[in-house]
């Protein structure tokens, strides 16, 4: 065991759990309307909760150990036979234990399951999201997990590159969001009602701890206290700069403001765009790549979204969707060592690489969006998707959970 190494993934784990709650809550509760906050608030903890636990009864097995190419075995049930407390014994998982290995995934299943909440945030009932994060993690994000990253993967064996969750986290989020939002209907009033966010300070809070946890997600994602780790550290850094800076400055041009809400996008759009990227390009190509991301991603939420019809509350796929494909599609190309990565000798291999990864966009896009409408369609059948309009007009907030955010 290499101490080094325990202590940095140790505190990616915890960098990590701080970019869902609070991060992710706060930047999510922030956007909605103030009598819907709380309920976003649960959701996202409810969700990166179950997946916690589910990821230790069976979630970990299912992802990383060998059995084929589409989805791991049971050996790991509970995590059976990763430690013996009665000698002190644990298996390892490279330079760590492989408990740690195991802790710092769960909270990628954990962030993943939550993101899709903003998506149909709003209207749909707590019980419906429950049991929605049940079945899709099961049988979207374990199997998507196991293709890209575990031994004998299907996608990895291919070659597809995914170096902290392009596909797995953002693409398989953003379409799951995507087609919830799709399910579920539009919000009431939608298109006709003022919907602002009810707390930008809120939303900012919670984007700053994104970007803060987020250097757990992508530079632990080396599982070493190495020079990968801190390839993946700054990239993460100046790839998110540009997204902001992207974004800014192309809704400054053509809404003649730059306002707190895009650049806090651009963000997050410069985030997700570098994951796939983060330890397998050069700085000068994690810069394009944020930038390219946070640019692409203004389209997303404005152009794009109006082009799909679909009530996505949060833009999971405007943002996570369209940044995690550029960034997979773009770690084919910057990974070339003539361009500043450390891997494809020569330009003429990045076609191939770049189909490679459009495989793996493909069938992240295809296996989640299946998964996610039968999901739906169970979550409806056993409990009922949405609120009803009178909740719906009332709030969720005292509705389901019977508290208010503010008081008055």
Not at 50 to 71: D, K, P, R
Not at 222 to 244: D, I, M, P, Q
Request: proline content about 3%; hydrophobic content about 55%; aromatic content about 12%.
């Amino acid at each position: 065991m290499d101490k080094a190494d325990l202590a940095w993934v140790s505190v990616s784990t915890l960098l990590v759990l701080l970019m869902v709650v609070p991060g992710l809550a706060l930047f999510y509760g922030g956007l909605v309307r103030a009598k819907n906050v709380l309920s976003v608030l649960m959701q996202v903890l409810s969700a990166f909760s179950l997946a916690v636990v589910l990821w230790f009864i069976y979630g970990y097995s299912l992802a990383f150990t060998e059995a084929n190419a589409i989805i791991g075995g049971f050996s790991r049930l509970m995590f059976s036979g990763m430690f013996d407390l009665g000698t002190y014994t644990f298996e390892m998982a490279g330079s760590i234990p492989e408990l740690s290995f195991a802790a710092f995934q769960a909270t990628f299943a954990g962030i993943t399951c939550a993101l899709i909440v903003g998506g149909f945030a709003e209207r749909t009932k707590y019980s419906a999201v429950m049991v929605f994060t049940l079945i899709w993690m099961t049988f979207s994000y374990l199997p998507i997990a196991h293709m890209v990253w575990a031994p004998g993967g299907w996608l990895l064996e291919r070659g597809a590159l995914d170096f902290a969750g392009g596909t797995v986290v953002h693409i398989n989020s953003g379409i799951a969001g995507l087609v919830g939002a799709y399910v579920v209907g539009k919000r009431i009033g939608y298109g006709r009602e003022s919907m602002q966010p009810h707390s930008l300070p809120m939303a900012m809070i919670g984007a700053s701890l994104l970007w803060v946890g987020w250097f757990g997600f992508n530079a632990g994602s080396a599982l070493s206290a190495n020079e990968t780790a801190a390839l993946a550290f700054f990239n993460t850094l100046v790839a998110t700069a540009g997204g902001v800076l992207a974004w800014i400055l192309i809704e400054w041009k053509y809404k003649g403001k730059p306002s707190l809400l895009g650049g806090i996008s651009g963000a997050v759009a410069g985030l997700v765009g570098i994951t796939p990227a983060a330890g397998l390009v050069g700085p000068g190509g994690a810069l394009i790549i944020g930038i390219i991301a946070g640019a692409a991603c203004v389209w997303g939420v404005n152009g794009l979204k109006r082009l799909l019809g679909a009530d996505d509350t949060l833009d999971v796929f405007g943002i996570h969707g369209v940044g995690g494909i550029v960034g997979a599609l773009l770690t084919g190309v910057f990974n070339a060592k003539p361009l500043g990565g450390p891997r494809l000798e020569s330009l003429s291999e990045i076609p191939y690489q770049v189909w490679l990864q459009a495989e793996g966009v493909l069938v992240t896009i295809v296996w989640s969006a299946i998964v996610a409408w039968i999901a739906y369609f169970i979550a409806d059948k056993t409990c009922g998707l949405r609120v009803s309009a009178d909740v719906e007009r009332e709030g969720l907030d005292i509705s389901t959970h019977g508290e208010t955010a503010y008081h008055r």
